[in-house]
Structure formats: C-alpha cells, structure tokens
C-alpha cells in the first residue's frame, strides 16, 4: 500500500489549497478514504472522510462548509478542497486508508504535506 500527497503550501487567510493523494496497492475504489491533520503540539484528528463509490462524506465540524473531500476511483485519487482557510488549518495534512486484515484493520499513512496559513 502506498498512499502520496500533494498540494500543500502557503496560502494567505481566506484563501484556498487544494491538497491531493494518489493512491496503489489495494483496491481504491472498495475502500472509504479520509483525511487527517495534525498541527504542532496537538493530536492528529480527522478532517474529511468519503465513502467507496463516494456515496456519502462526513466533515470535522470545524471544517464544514469550507472543505471538501472528493475521489476519483479512475485515477485512484482522493481530493480536499480548502477553502476560507484560517490560521487554524495550519497542519500537516494526512491521507489515510483503513484496510482488514485477518486480525482487524490496518492504517496506512502518506507521508503528509504541510499547509501553513499565514499572512
């Protein structure tokens, strides 16, 4: 399994970044796909998740409104659009999938890409 970002940068506040994930090893398009973050100091938490197929997607409530999360099952890709980032979205930002095992499941991690939003 090998999970790649991309896209990260430095935006200004109120502007947008839209970070990438290319995806191999594992049947993409079976599998729902997340996005983390983890900023200095702090846990790394959940930001967006989309279902296989993309049926469904759910968001951090502090991310509701100016995220969102899309995939491209063709090209095994999976999106984030940022929008009206604010200071606090500063983070590295985490691709994740979530794949069983035969004891449970397994989380694989990109290696992150670093958003940083500052005037």
């Known amino acids: 399994v090998h999970l790649v970002e991309s896209g990260g940068g430095l935006v200004q506040p109120g502007g947008s970044l839209r970070v990438s994930c290319v995806a191999s090893?594992?049947?993409?398009?079976?599998?729902?796909m997340r996005w983390y973050r983890q900023a200095p100091g702090k846990e790394r938490e959940l930001v967006a998740a989309i279902t296989s197929a993309g049926g469904r997607t759910n968001y951090a409530d502090s991310v509701k409104g100016r995220f969102t999360i899309s995939r491209d099952d063709a090209k095994n890709t999976v999106d984030l659009q940022m929008n009206s980032l604010k200071s606090e979205d500063t983070a590295v930002y985490y691709c994740?999938?979530?794949?069983?095992?035969?004891?449970?499941?397994?989380?694989?991690w990109g290696q992150g890409t670093q958003v940083t939003v500052s005037s």
């Open positions: 090893g594992f049947t993409f398009s079976s599998y729902v």
């Open positions: 994740n999938a979530r794949l069983p095992y035969e004891l449970g499941y397994q989380d694989y």
